[in-house]
């Protein structure tokens, strides 16, 4: 007669009331996630369905070609990924050292200071793009404090081009760079810190050898938030790029208001969601690539 070693018998039935737990939670969640799905996939198909639509109803294929023959989309593309891009940088250049002051500082001041980051999210964002306009325009009160301390002789050109836009999308972006970033600082172990300058490593040596990799995962995530949020951007490019940045959100709006044209309307709508899915999957890609390295290393 075969023994059952007991061992074996209790991880086989920790393993089934392991799958009956997981199956269990998924029925509860299984009504919230159908209606999440239908919320998101009926409009999505609804616009994809319109995207092979003419003015007239019938299915045709130039909405497609027109859109992918024009120079136009192309460049729209790239002011987007642009305008992404370069947000996401002045994220990482502004965000880091804000981050590491906040996870360095006592912890009742620490939250104090998070208020204040969190305070223009607070704000609408219209109100917020129309504040920016006021404060960079050639009469606004950075021009007039640049000319008054001599740094300029003429007003410079920070509003209704792509830097002024890019300065409104980094304000509105950094909060959510630096909450992820701050609480993967928070986490460190202040003990790992201590080793690494007992052991001789200089303060910048620290902070790229052990500091920053450790934190890794907060700033990834943060970097996927403000590249792939930005991405749809509308309001603050339409207020301070002043009609000379397009990027596809813009001509989305464009194409409705001025020509009433759903078709192609919907086709912009739809690369701009393949636009969104291929940077999400290439930056999951790269936090998998990175963190296989980091296993590696290990």
Not at 58 to 78: F, G, M, P, V
Not at 116 to 143: A, H, K, Q
Not at 163 to 181: A, N, R
Not at 263 to 275: D, M, Q, R
Request: hydrophobic residues 55%; positive net charge; charged residues 10%.
């Amino acid at each position: 007669m075969t023994r059952i070693d007991p061992a074996v018998s209790a991880t086989a039935d920790l393993r089934r009331d392991l799958r009956r737990e997981t199956a269990f939670f998924l029925s509860l969640s299984l009504p919230a996630l159908v209606l999440v799905g239908l919320c998101a996939m009926l409009p999505i198909l609804w616009i994809l369905r319109q995207s092979f639509l003419t003015l007239r109803g019938t299915y045709t294929l130039s909405n497609w070609e027109k859109l992918l023959s024009s120079d136009l989309t192309w460049r729209a593309i790239w002011s987007t990924v642009e305008l992404s891009a370069g947000t996401l940088v002045l994220c990482c250049i502004l965000g880091l050292p804000l981050a590491l002051a906040l996870a360095s500082a006592p912890q009742k001041l620490a939250n104090r200071l998070l208020v204040l980051l969190m305070l223009p999210l607070w704000t609408s964002i219209l109100v917020r793009t129309y504040g920016w306009l006021v404060l960079l325009r050639r009469d606004g009160l950075v021009n007039q404090g640049l000319q008054s301390i001599g740094l300029t002789d003429t007003p410079l050109a920070l509003v209704y081009n792509f830097t002024g836009t890019l300065i409104g999308m980094v304000h509105f972006m950094l909060p959510l760079f630096v909450l992820p970033t701050y609480a993967a600082l928070r986490d460190i172990d202040h003990n790992t810190i201590r080793a690494s300058a007992s052991m001789g490593a200089s303060l910048p040596r620290t902070l790229v050898s052990v500091v920053l990799p450790l934190a890794a995962g907060g700033i990834r995530s943060g970097s996927m938030i403000v590249f792939i949020y930005t991405l749809g951007f509308f309001i603050t490019p339409a207020i301070l790029g002043g009609g000379q940045v397009n990027p596809i959100a813009i001509r989305i709006e464009r194409t409705l208001s001025t020509f009433q044209n759903w078709g192609a309307a919907s086709a912009l709508g739809i690369l701009l969601l393949l636009l969104v899915a291929l940077a999400a999957a290439l930056l999951v890609g790269v936090r998998h690539l990175l963190s296989r390295r980091g296993g590696h290393h290990a």
